[in-house]
């Protein structure tokens, strides 16, 4: 089934450890993104990339990377977790950066708590 | 700053009729898409509109005021189904979204 699928679902992380969420699209698209979803506010743009080889930050990027060596996948590491990064995090895809509706698909999510 | 504004919660009846509003201020505008969110799983892409008039998509219509900054997607027919999470997102002048916190749509019987 064509789409988008994160791993892992969900993970329990002590302060202070590294972390990678993994993300990887069959759609062929150019522009993929990671969001954090919090209770009470709209989802947030961590990263970004409009094609491979290319990335940018988006609102909140602090204590996160991200790299695009390929098409396909966008994995987003945590360098040193801490408490304030328990969040639900989306990654999504599209196959424009600009121009028509540029339609976001979303992969399941992965839920990830800091202890 | 840039600000999406919608209810935080909603109620109503299956079989009848619900108008979920969405106000908007941002740099510019590119854009409005509405997505739902059923708990626990993945937004899903419902509507856009990029000029001012009602887009109607089966039981789903949205419509857009820029003007007036405004939108609202209107759902008939409510079914138990509908019971989700509805996000405004609007896109600005860099084309980065602008996501509301969502409206939680409950449904009853």
């Known amino acids: 089934i064509a789409g988008i699928t994160q791993a892992p679902t969900s993970q329990i992380l002590a302060a202070g450890r590294r972390m990678t969420l993994r993300c990887t699209q069959d759609m062929r698209h150019n522009a993929m993104y990671w969001y954090r979803q919090d209770l009470g506010l709209g989802l947030r743009l961590i990263h970004y990339?409009?094609?491979?080889?290319?990335?940018g930050k988006g609102e909140v990027p602090d204590g996160y990377s991200v790299s695009r060596a390929n098409t396909d996948d966008f994995p987003l590491t945590l360098a040193s977790a801490v408490p304030s990064q328990t969040s639900v995090y989306f990654c999504a895809s599209s196959d424009s950066t600009s121009s028509g509706a540029n339609v976001l698909t979303f992969g399941a999510g992965s839920r990830l708590t800091v202890l | 700053g840039q600000n999406i504004d919608q209810p935080t919660e909603m109620t109503a009846t299956e079989g009848a009729i619900v108008q979920i509003n969405c106000t908007y201020q941002t740099s510019g505008f590119n854009g409005l898409f509405w997505y739902q969110q059923h708990a626990g799983e993945a937004p899903t892409f419902l509507s856009y509109n990029v000029l001012d008039g009602l887009e109607e998509k089966g039981r789903f219509s949205s419509f857009l005021s820029r003007s007036k900054g405004y939108s609202y997607l209107l759902l008939k027919e409510l079914q138990m189904k509908d019971s989700a999470s509805y996000l405004c997102a609007v896109r600005d002048s860099n084309y980065q979204l602008i996501w509301g916190a969502g409206t939680k749509l409950i449904i009853k019987p």
């Open positions: 990339s409009n094609t491979a080889g290319t990335t």
